[in-house]
């Protein structure tokens, strides 16, 4: 098994040689298979392990194990402790969840401090069909069924072509000691019971089942990288990003016979899980929305557009006094004094110096917000009934501000000057605002 590992390692990890190598340890078989065989290569390693103090003394003697083995070999170790059923219950967690999050936070803050480059974790084949069949079970979209990858991020997992039947039997070959964790015997998590009553029936089947598997697999993931493919040409074509948001043109999305299967591609990285209520959208009234805990996806006329949830408060107030030339949040602005008007947009403004009363106020529209609209002689007229004859979604609605003198409106800013600042033939000093 060293050779193939070895030649494994040196055909699919290349980038290794020479970095520093973290590997997780938990002081079980798989973990220290994973030791006794990086510790024969030549590479700069250390191992992490991490105590969850689930199983009372028992996760006291892993640790221990774990301390003396290195000792003994001059292997560099960084242990840590953690109350992980506190730590679930904070935060309304499951104790599995809870202690995925605390161990892989506390690898990637070692990276960090410790400046090592990869954190290595013993995940075999085994572990590959049980994710499956997890995956499975609780249903999913391709992509969990590809298993569980060989290289994700700064994590390489390069015992997943072996099987736990060839780990243990190096193991045994070669005297290896390892720590049998009690809570593997139990059939209280899923994970256990596919381990012990559904693996063994379905190998008892084909006694060539993993292998069966793994070729089964590959070809899965030959297939998420054409759907990968495809979803980037068709994404080129449907969306366009605009700031923090996309557009999705659904003229576009209509022409295509599977566009749910797009969709599902496109927003399964936001959060969102009612995925029935978001092919509705497509079919559904303008102005309708479908929300994740950070995003929000609002159907206005034929566009879908995803967008971030605001976080800056309805009621939230910006000043700008008199001597600020920027200002650089919640908007970008550039004021300043100037001798003449030129040529202007939505995104500029000129207006009578002396009528504005600092300190400015930027802030969200209101419902009642009224104003007198550049260019209409005097006539009031609701922002809101702005917004309508703009055409404005709801979150190009919530995303404009509004800039105010002593409560009247200046400008719907990008949008609309108020009449009352214009430049006339009186003015004798011109401020310019000019949206960045």
């Known amino acids: ?98 202690a995925r ?33 997890i995956n499975l079970t609780r249903g999913t979209g391709l992509e969990g069924l590809t298993g569980i990858p060989e290289e994700n991020d700064k994590i390489i997992r390069p015992l997943l072509p072996f099987s736990r039947e060839e780990i243990l039997k190096y193991a045994e070959e070669n005297n290896i000691k390892w720590r049998e964790d009690s809570s593997n015997a139990s059939n209280k998590y ?20 993993l292998n069966a598997f793994q ?18 040409m068709i994404y080129q074509q449907a969306a366009k990003e605009v700031g923090e948001d996309i ?36 079919d559904g009234q303008s102005g309708k929305q ?28 910006f000043q700008i006094d008199a001597n600020d030339t920027e200002v650089n949040f919640p908007l970008k602005l550039r004021l300043c004094n100037v001798d003449h008007i030129s040529i202007d947009s939505n995104r500029t403004i000129f207006v009578d110096a002396e009528k504005i009363g600092f300190p400015l106020v930027l802030r969200r529209w209101n419902e009642g917000d009224v104003f007198q609209p550049f260019g209409m002689n005097g006539k009031s007229k609701k922002v809101s009934k702005l917004f309508k004859d703009e055409k404005l979604s709801l979150i190009e609605k919530e995303k404009t501000w509004i800039l105010t003198s002593d409560n009247q409106i200046v400008w719907v800013v990008g949008i609309r000057q108020d009449e009352r600042f214009r430049i006339k033939n009186t003015t004798n000093k011109i401020l310019k605002i000019e949206l960045q």
């Open 215 to 232: 070729k089964t697999q590959s070809y899965l993931q030959e297939s998420q990288v054409m759907v990968e493919d495809a979803s980037i």
């Open 190 to 209: 899923l994970r256990n019971k596919i381990r012990h009553d559904l693996v063994p029936i379905l190998k008892e089947i084909n006694p060539n089942f």
């Open 290 to 317: 479908v929300l994740s805990e950070e995003f929000r996806l609002l159907k206005n006329r034929e566009t879908l557009i995803l967008s971030p949830i605001l976080e800056i408060s309805e009621k939230e107030e």
């Open 101 to 133: 999050e605390l161990r892989y936070n506390w690898f990637y803050e070692l990276l960090k401090e410790k400046k090592f480059d990869y954190i290595l974790t013993a995940h075999h084949a085994d572990d590959n069909l049980e994710t499956f069949i």
């Open 247 to 282: 557009y999705f043109d659904l003229n576009q999305l209509k022409k295509l016979s599977n566009y749910k299967s797009y969709l599902y591609q496109w927003l399964n990285e936001f959060g969102f899980s009612a995925w029935n209520d978001i092919y509705d959208l497509v």
């Open 1 to 98: 098994m060293l050779s193939k590992f070895q030649n494994h390692i040196a055909s699919r990890f290349p980038f290794l040689v020479e970095k520093k190598l973290f590997l997780a340890v938990s002081g079980g078989l798989d973990s220290m298979v994973l030791l006794h065989l990086l510790k024969q290569l030549p590479y700069e390693i250390a191992v992490l392990h991490c105590n969850f103090q689930l199983r009372g003394l028992e996760s006291f003697g892993d640790q221990n194990f774990i301390q003396e083995y290195c000792d003994q070999n001059n292997i560099p170790v960084f242990i840590t402790q953690f109350d992980t059923e506190a730590f679930a219950k904070d935060y309304k967690l499951s104790t599995q969840v809870a």
